[in-house]
């Protein structure tokens, strides 16, 4: 069987969730022939990444200028026209805000139902994904004639390099000009990515300002190394800007170490960050929901115990 995986990508490198949609599209078999979708302009680069991965057969390369910032309309035409010439058996992409807006197109166009947030794959049309906000993981059968599908990035081992795949250079889809990009604003940090950190440090609505938020918590990140999240409520209040935010609305994260501060652990946060494997919590109400989750629990005035925590990491460098 044949597979397609749609590569994010800023025409220069690839986009991690999209390493974790290749690490995905392995778990068909050991016949599953992979290949990869680089579509954008002047983006050599990102198709030669994209080739150097482990388990990639081949690479569709597609550029032209209606690509340069992957509109998902043209998109969604060029992988429908793909499927129906090349005979794709399935279609994948990260569970991203760039998958989840592309894979229901592509579906439309195919005239099928797409499986949403997977994050397990059992075979074709076999998948386990998560609903009630991940308090219920559901086995999903499909009979679909194509399976189009967006994976949860944290739930699949990204692919390593070591690949020597072929690059196959196709021709450009029709421009349909419906959408055009404006402008894009992007936030730069030395911290590392949120979605795809070691170690994360998350604050909420009990830090009471974002001037208290970067007080307390930026010392506790250095220190760590960490990146920073936040809960929606953080978010909603203005603390800090939305691509912070960790959750079911926000990004799903699965670190090593998960450091909730002042978070009482509301539903919609624990979806996104109850899979990773250490979470310390700290907020003085011993009955707050997040301690259920929490593997070490702290009961106590954050703005005291993160500086003397802060300050216990110090000593012990």
């Known amino acids: 069987m044949k597979v397609l995986v749609i590569a994010e990508h800023d025409n220069t490198k690839i986009a991690g969730a999209t390493l974790n ?35 990639v057969a081949q690479v569709v390369s597609v550029n032209a200028p209606h690509y340069r910032d992957q509109p998902v309309e043209n998109l969604a035409l060029l992988v429908a026209g793909l499927v129906r010439s ?3 058996t399935a279609v994948l992409a990260g569970g991203t805000s760039f998958g989840k807006n592309l894979a229901p197109r592509i579906a439309a166009l195919l005239d099928v139902a797409p499986v949403s947030d997977v994050v397990s794959i059992a075979g074709v049309g076999r998948y386990v994904r998560p609903i009630y906000a991940g308090n219920v993981m559901v086995s999903v059968e499909s009979d679909e004639p194509v399976q189009v599908l967006t994976v949860r990035t944290t739930a699949f081992a990204a ?12 021709a450009a889809g029709e421009d349909l000009a419906v959408s055009r990009l404006v402008g894009r604003e992007i936030a730069k940090s030395e911290r590392p990515e949120l979605a795809g950190a070691r ?4 604050g909420g609505r009990g830090l009471g300002s974002g001037d208290k ?9 250095d220190r760590l190394g960490a990146a920073l999240g936040a809960s929606r409520a953080a978010v909603d209040a203005g603390f800090v800007p939305n691509d912070y935010q960790v959750g079911q609305t926000g990004k799903i994260v699965a670190p090593d170490l998960y450091v909730a501060v002042g978070i009482s652990g509301a ?9 990773s494997k250490v979470i310390v919590a700290v907020n003085k109400d011993p009955d707050a929901p997040i301690f259920q989750v929490a593997d070490f629990g702290l009961v106590g005035d954050l703005f005291e115990t993160i ?6 990491l110090g000593a012990n460098q």
């Open 21 to 55: 949609a290749v690490g995905a599209a392995q778990q068909f078999g050991a016949e599953v022939q992979v290949q990869v979708l680089v579509a954008g302009c002047d983006s050599a680069a990102a198709a030669n990444e994209a080739a150097a991965l482990a388990g």
């Open 86 to 88: 090349d005979g794709f």
């Open 159 to 170: 692919a390593s390099g070591g690949g020597a795949a072929g690059v196959r250079d196709v």
């Open 199 to 202: 170690i994360v440090v998350s």
């Open 213 to 221: 938020y970067r007080e307390v918590l930026e010392p506790l990140a």
């Open 267 to 275: 539903i919609q946060h624990l979806a996104g960050m109850k899979d």
């Open 307 to 312: 500086p003397q925590l802060v300050e216990g």
